[in-house]
């Protein structure tokens, strides 16, 4: 199973941008099951959960992209989408999808001032 993560970007303040996460690999009633995330980590920071989403499409979210992002997934394309709206430059880090064991490479997110 790989995890393979896109849609990051350079985007102004204000802007919007949307990450997916496709768990390539995985059979669909495994993946219906999982609990996915998004985290990041920005320079010098530790790493922190942005978002999950359970396999009921319930979805908890830090509290800093409360009301601005948006975590959903699509069972039948293995992928789970974080959509990132009125980008601030602290959301600037590298967005990691995780679920299970499994991590994805990095995308880069840079949000300019």
């Known amino acids: 199973v790989q995890l393979q993560a896109s849609g990051g970007g350079l985007v102004q303040a204000g802007g919007s941008l949307r990450l997916s996460c496709k768990a390539s690999?995985?059979?669909?009633?495994?993946?219906?099951?999982?609990?996915p995330a998004w985290y990041r980590q920005a320079p010098g920071k530790q790493r922190e959960l942005v978002a999950r989403i359970s396999s009921g499409n319930s979805a908890n979210y830090a509290d800093s992209v409360k009301g601005r992002f948006s975590i959903s997934k699509d069972n039948s394309k293995r992928t789970v989408y974080l959509q990132m709206n009125d980008l601030k430059p602290e959301d600037t880090a590298d967005y990691y999808c995780q679920t299970s064991s499994y991590w994805g490479r990095g995308t880069l997110v840079t949000v300019s001032s």
């Open positions: 690999g995985m059979i669909l009633s495994v993946f219906t099951s999982e609990v």
